[in-house]
């Protein structure tokens, strides 16, 4: 029996079993060997086939978004709108056959876009390409999901599910769960929060079906089985997804309002180009990337070329981004902005730096 029917059997069972206090455990058991088959499908066969036509695409800029969504719902159609790559764009499915990329230049920063093939179900399996797509969204920054507002949620439905058997989770955040398997000692296992959904007996049959017997499992929020498991296999990607509805040109306006108010969702029409800029603001805050501008002593800011940073960076991080020794010469820096209490405020390297501050280092 091959991985596939072992995957289509436990979720047959999973399925049929209902949920309640008693099936509690077998449910945790099915899943731990469910995500366990799944992990198995992701890696590479040992025997390479004939080396196909490249797919990965070398990061570039300063954040990568990666398209996603069935064929034909207009992701080409898109890139070539926002970009000044041309993607070949059709009625027909499957125009694009490999990761085509482009630039897209917001407010100073070039955010890479990439326009990968359409997903069909089954795509986790590896329909389609469907594996080489999947792996190119994981190191992703963003995912944009383009889905045809005419055809309802079905495609969201599917697509979610696809990427959730990858070890894709959007718009979640990573399990507040330490566990750090050790040589010996058995199970220890501690909460700070009453538990509804997971049981020291289940986490430890979880943990068996992984050969795991000794470990130290510690829960700081009341979580899943399922989420357990993420955080035992380890190799799951937590990223902001951006749910994008095109032609909306073609359903009532009540259809559209619907949609719109969804969370996550962004409605546009690449064929009336409706929209498109409220979608670049609204991916520029699921990037968290934030200005930086210069200053010399002296000398008016140069508001021409700025530092393009994550939320959250610090005055350090800005040094190392301008060179990486200026850290070490570092005496103090002066800020204009929002970050400071005044302006110019003199501060050091923890200082955290907020969008479109202005700084200037003096160095010892």
């Given at each position: 029996?091959?991985?596939?029917?072992?995957?289509?059997?436990?979720?047959?069972?999973?399925?049929?079993?209902?949920?309640?206090?008693?099936?509690?455990?077998?449910?945790?058991?099915?899943?731990?060997?469910?995500?366990?088959?799944?992990?198995?499908l992701l890696e590479p066969s040992k025997s390479a086939g004939a080396k196909g036509e490249g797919f990965d695409v070398m990061k570039s800029g300063d954040a990568r978004v990666a398209l996603i969504g069935f064929?034909?719902?207009?992701?080409?159609?898109?890139?070539?709108?926002?970009?000044?790559?041309?993607?070949?764009?059709?009625?027909?499915?499957?125009?694009?056959?490999?990761?085509?990329?482009?630039?897209?230049?917001?407010?100073?920063?070039?955010?890479?876009?990439?326009?990968?093939?359409?997903?069909?179900?089954?795509?986790?399996?590896?329909?389609?390409?469907?594996?080489?797509?999947?792996?190119?969204?994981?190191?992703?920054?963003?995912?944009?999901?383009?889905?045809?507002?005419?055809?309802?949620?079905?495609?969201?439905?599917?697509?979610?599910?696809?990427?959730?058997?990858?070890?894709?989770?959007?718009?979640?955040?990573?399990?507040?769960?330490?566990?750090?398997?050790?040589?010996?000692?058995?199970?220890?296992?501690?909460?700070?929060?009453?538990?509804?959904?997971?049981?020291?007996?289940?986490?430890?049959?979880?943990?068996?079906?992984?050969?795991?017997?000794?470990?130290?499992?510690l829960f700081r929020e009341d979580c899943t089985p399922d989420e357990f498991i993420d955080v035992i296999v380890g190799n799951r990607v937590y990223m902001p997804c951006l749910y994008v509805y095109n032609k909306v040109?073609?359903?009532?306006?009540?259809?559209?309002?619907?949609?719109?108010?969804?969370?996550?969702?962004?409605?546009?029409?690449?064929?009336?180009?409706?929209?498109?800029?409220?979608?670049?603001?609204?991916?520029?805050?699921?990037?968290?990337?934030?200005?930086?501008?210069?200053?010399?002593?002296?000398?008016?800011?140069?508001?021409?070329?700025?530092?393009?940073?994550?939320?959250?960076?610090?005055?350090?991080?800005?040094?190392?981004?301008?060179?990486?020794?200026?850290?070490?010469?570092?005496?103090?820096?002066?800020?204009?902005?929002?970050?400071?209490?005044?302006?110019?405020?003199?501060?050091?390297?923890?200082?955290?730096?907020?969008?479109?501050?202005?700084?200037?280092?003096?160095?010892?």
């Amino acid at each position: 029996m091959g991985i596939l029917e072992k995957i289509a059997e436990i979720e047959k069972e999973i399925s049929r079993t209902q949920k309640n206090k008693a099936t509690e455990y077998h449910l945790g058991l099915l899943k731990a060997k469910l995500a366990k088959y799944r992990a198995q499908l992701l890696e590479p066969s040992k025997s390479a086939g004939a080396k196909g036509e490249g797919f990965d695409v070398m990061k570039s800029g300063d954040a990568r978004v990666a398209l996603i969504g069935f064929p034909s719902v207009g992701k080409s159609t898109f890139l070539s709108l926002m970009t000044s790559t041309e993607s070949e764009a059709a009625s027909y499915e499957f125009t694009t056959l490999t990761c085509i990329p482009g630039v897209i230049e917001y407010k100073g920063a070039n955010i890479q876009l990439l326009d990968l093939p359409g997903i069909i179900e089954g795509a986790a399996q590896g329909k389609g390409r469907g594996r080489q797509v999947i792996a190119v969204a994981r190191t992703a920054d963003v995912v944009i999901m383009m889905l045809d507002a005419t055809k309802g949620d079905v495609q969201r439905v599917l697509l979610e599910k696809e990427l959730e058997s990858v070890g894709i989770r959007l718009n979640r955040t990573k399990p507040n769960i330490y566990f750090k398997p050790k040589k010996g000692g058995g199970l220890s296992f501690n909460s700070t929060v009453p538990l509804t959904q997971c049981s020291e007996k289940l986490v430890q049959l979880i943990l068996h079906e992984y050969k795991i017997f000794n470990a130290e499992v510690l829960f700081r929020e009341d979580c899943t089985p399922d989420e357990f498991i993420d955080v035992i296999v380890g190799n799951r990607v937590y990223m902001p997804c951006l749910y994008v509805y095109n032609k909306v040109d073609q359903i009532s306006i009540e259809e559209v309002d619907r949609l719109a108010h969804r969370p996550h969702s962004v409605v546009i029409s690449c064929g009336m180009k409706l929209n498109l800029d409220y979608l670049l603001e609204t991916l520029w805050e699921y990037l968290a990337l934030i200005c930086i501008y210069t200053k010399k002593r002296g000398e008016r800011p140069d508001f021409n070329d700025a530092i393009i940073m994550r939320r959250g960076a610090s005055v350090e991080h800005v040094c190392h981004r301008i060179h990486r020794t200026l850290a070490s010469q570092f005496k103090y820096a002066l800020v204009w902005g929002t970050s400071t209490k005044y302006s110019p405020q003199r501060v050091g390297l923890t200082h955290i730096m907020e969008h479109e501050d202005v700084i200037q280092i003096v160095k010892k």
